[in-house]
């Protein structure tokens, strides 16, 4: 029987196949990159949303697959149809720290909305929601240099000593260590030892969201 969970699945194993995150899967079919993100698959008031036609028929012609092809998927069929396309790297949205702090890049939950993000191709498999950042400058040296690439995934839980990427309402993008959370405040020690501890009242918090990965 057609249900929402198993055409939300289908979309995603359509993504798994062709080695995509579903992030990257509505970029390549020239969607928004949230498209298909966790949070856009249920309501505000907790329905299921249902994705649309047209969005469908995009991501089937951008990964060469055909209805008969998602209808398998939906079927969850582990049967891979004939013609699939081979695997490919997982390919998440980039974006640069110093674009990271501007406007519009990103929605309230810490996902990646909008457009000017780019893309980039991982050696290892990212979750559905992941997206890179690439680093700038020399400020978080040693640990991580000029031009490394940070994969973050606002769905992760976040736990004391885990290293993390925080915006702050004024527009400030910082990766740091969480040394302490709590429901006012949160303690943030710097990857670099030159720069000081930094407390931060979670009113000035925009978003939090953990470093699963680091390309150097």
Request: proline letters at 6%; zero cysteines.
């Amino acid at each position: 029987m057609l249900s929402h969970e198993r055409v939300w699945a289908a979309i995603d194993a359509l993504a798994e196949r062709n080695s995509l995150s579903a992030s990257g899967l509505a970029k390549r079919a020239g969607l928004d990159s949230t498209a298909f993100n966790k949070s856009k698959r249920r309501s505000s008031d907790g329905r299921p949303r249902w994705p649309s036609t047209e969005s469908l028929a995009k991501i089937i012609e951008a990964t060469s697959s055909s209805i008969e092809e998602f209808v398998l998927l939906v079927s969850g069929s582990d049967r891979t149809p004939a013609g699939a396309l081979p695997m490919q790297k997982s390919t998440v949205p980039l974006l640069g720290f110093a674009q990271a702090g501007a406007g519009g890049f990103f929605d309230d939950a810490g996902f990646p909305a909008g457009q000017g993000w780019d893309l980039i191709e991982l050696p290892v498999r990212a979750g559905d929601t992941a997206y890179a950042l690439q680093v700038q400058g020399d400020s978080m040296l040693p640990v991580y240099r000029d031009r490394d690439v940070l994969i973050v995934e606002p769905g992760a839980t976040v736990r004391k000593g885990d290293r993390v990427v925080v915006k702050t309402t004024t527009g400030e993008v910082m990766a740091k260590v969480l040394s302490r959370r709590s429901p006012r405040d949160i303690e943030l020690l710097s990857i670099n030892p030159a720069h000081p501890v930094r407390q931060i009242a979670m009113t000035d918090v925009e978003w939090l969201a953990r470093i699963v990965w680091a390309s150097q």
